[in-house]
């Protein structure tokens, strides 16, 4: 059951990522922007525990993480009023890897508990 709910949350939030980087710029209210990379960061940032959660691989899911902010900042090139922004990649891998830290740091202190 488990495995189950881990799937459906890293389908679910790949989806909404996907949604998000799908709306036309000018769609996107004018109050978002000042925020733009904070929200990179935060969406990034719980993306990669959700990727951790379904690869349980520390090293796979950094790659996959950082290879999706790639294909994402890619998509949103050929979204009317939006951009392929080099600063949003270097956001949302910085995201991921900060996560993949948090839980290697996690993880090597619930093995020196054991």
């Known amino acids: 059951m488990r495995r189950k709910i881990e799937t459906i949350a890293f389908i679910l939030y790949t989806l909404l990522i996907f949604l998000l980087s799908s709306v036309p710029g000018k769609n996107i209210p004018s109050s978002v ?58 956001v949302d891998s910085t995201a991921v890897l900060v996560s993949m830290a948090i839980v290697y740091g996690w993880k090597r202190l619930s093995m020196a508990k054991h």
């Open 33 to 90: 922007s000042p925020y733009s990379l904070l929200l990179h960061f935060t969406l990034y940032f719980f993306y990669g525990l959700v990727i951790f959660l379904f690869f349980r691989n520390l090293f796979f899911s950094s790659i996959f993480g950082i290879l999706y902010g790639l294909s994402d900042e890619i998509h949103q090139y050929f979204v009317p009023g939006r951009s392929c922004d080099p600063v949003d990649f270097l």
